[in-house]
């Protein structure tokens, strides 16, 4: 959980040790990071593989993707109307996507822009970006078949609204 202070910019101390149940919590995690990021990086690949686009594409070409941890999937839809949308219709459907950063360039949306020294409209293609992006799920415990299904639901959505 990040506090309120670190959320308006105000963190002045950084800890630079950890309690030993949290170090050793820590570090259990720490050794299973390559194991959840090829998780994570094959569940976006099947993104990739099956989803169908017309009012939406992936951000970052295969190339890129090498890059990438795949912490985040990230697809960024055609306008703010059809995200709105979008949104909507995954719910209906059980299926949270994150829009943790949609309508703002400085993440989480709580955060002060004024305290992270970011003036609006100094960057016009990022604030419409944030608009219109969204996260995909491609948590640990996600298994191949729901992510079939949230790129069937991806795909009928497309031909609903095309």
């Not at 959980?1 to 630079?16: D, I, P, S």
């Not at 949290?22 to 094959?42: C, M, P, Q, S, V």
Request: glycine share 2%; charged share 25%; hydrophobic share 40%.
């Amino acid at each position: 959980m990040v506090a309120r202070y670190e959320k308006n910019c105000e963190r002045t101390k950084f800890w630079t040790a950890y309690p030993n149940a949290l170090a050793y919590l820590g570090r259990k995690e720490l050794a299973k990071i390559d194991a959840y990021t090829t998780h994570r990086k094959n569940l976006s690949e099947l993104y990739d593989m099956h989803i169908e686009t017309a009012h939406g594409k992936k951000l970052f070409t295969e190339d890129e993707n090498e890059f990438l941890n795949g912490f985040r999937y990230p697809f960024l839809l055609n306008s703010h109307k059809i995200q709105k949308q979008f949104v909507k219709y995954m719910k209906t459907h059980n299926i949270l996507v994150w829009t943790s950063w949609s309508g703002s360039n400085i993440a989480p949306k709580s955060v002060k822009l004024k305290n992270a020294m970011y003036k609006k409209w100094s960057c016009k293609a990022a604030e419409d970006i944030a608009k219109r992006i969204i996260l995909l799920p491609n948590h640990m415990w996600m298994h191949t078949d729901e992510v079939m299904r949230i790129c069937e639901l991806i795909n009928k959505f497309e031909s609903k609204n095309a």
